[in-house]
């Protein structure tokens, strides 16, 4: 049963009262809509603030310089730093680089772990189960820790080992790692995390 007032037969059906798209579309008024800013993240840390002007001109500024997300190393090279002498032949590979594959599963032993050079990626859960790895490739022969580029996560993890397996603090795991690749340096994330490692080690704060 129908309820409320009676219908006119002069009302519109549906049909006539669709909007007419195309004429909206071309009556469309750009200045009406609300300026708005957008924030962007490079890829050097720096966070620009993106904005348009009423006549429509770009403009960007720099509101944070930020921390870089990485550690950039623009200059490839093929320095190992060996961190203990009398080397074997490797046995074993730690591959910590993103879009890098096992290239010899047939004959090395490979861990593969998918940390990106982020600051706020999480390392420290890692630790116990890439030093079980390490233990086990020093037994047979020699292990290879790389990532990208042999500054920031192969370093990180490596500091870690000695700070855990050589009773060393961050400050003096960072130094001799340093002297053996001048290049390393682990991102402000991974430098934190190590930091809570070396508290979690019984050596106190960090002077790093």
Not at 136 to 165: P, Q, W
């Given at each position: ?27 469309f ?14 890829e ?56 890098v594959?096992?290239?010899f ?14 600051i ?5 859960n ?83």
């Amino acid at each position: 049963m129908p309820f409320g007032g009676m219908a006119s037969k002069n009302s519109e059906t549906p049909e006539n009262t669709k909007p007419d798209l195309l004429a909206q579309l071309k009556g469309f008024d750009k200045k009406k809509l609300h300026q708005t800013e957008t924030f962007v993240k490079t890829e050097d840390g720096r966070v620009l603030k993106e904005t348009r002007d009423k006549g429509g001109q770009y403009s960007a500024t720099v509101t944070d310089k930020g921390q870089l997300g990485f550690v950039p190393e623009k200059h490839g090279d093929l320095q190992v730093g060996e961190i203990r002498s009398n080397l074997l032949i490797v046995t074993h590979v730690l591959n910590l680089a993103s879009a890098v594959p096992n290239f010899f599963p047939e004959t090395i032993t490979y861990l593969k772990l998918e940390v990106l050079d982020l600051i706020d990626e999480p390392v420290l859960n890692l630790f116990d189960n890439v030093f079980k790895f390490i233990d086990e490739g020093r037994d047979k022969g020699c292990v290879l820790i790389h990532c990208n580029a042999g500054v920031s996560r192969a370093s990180t993890f490596v500091i870690a080992y000695l700070m855990r397996t050589e009773n060393m603090t961050l400050y003096q795991a960072f130094k001799y790692v340093k002297s053996k690749r001048e290049k390393i340096q682990p991102n402000a994330g991974f430098l934190e995390q190590l930091r809570k490692y070396n508290e979690f080690l019984g050596y106190g704060k960090s002077e790093m």
